[in-house]
């Protein structure tokens, strides 16, 4: 879509707990609809064991903090490579 040029990006994370796992794709842009082809739940065990690599490197381990309470003051940077 960018014409093959570099191109900067940044994505934000929320923890959040909902009542149920339905997902809403009602208010994607064409350009996510473009790039998101689909999307599925994964459990911690399935993010570690992946045979792909899961970005950002370390969630599983800081979803594994947050839901054991450990909710830091401050958003964390996790690196991509």
């Known amino acids: 879509m960018n014409g093959g040029r570099p191109h900067f990006s940044a994505d934000s994370y929320y923890f959040v ?8 794709t009602g208010g994607q842009e064409d350009a996510e609809r473009a790039y998101i082809t689909g999307h599925r739940w994964w459990t911690l065990d399935e993010i570690r064991t992946a045979a792909e690599v899961v970005w950002p490197i370390g969630m599983a381990d800081l979803v594994t903090r947050l839901l054991a ?4 003051d401050r958003p ?3 690196p991509w490579s």
């Not at 707990?17 to 809403?24: E, F, G, K, Q, T």
């Open 17 to 24: 707990r909902v009542p149920d796992a339905d997902i809403d």
């Open 76 to 78: 964390v940077r996790l």
């Open 69 to 72: 309470g450990d909710v830091p």
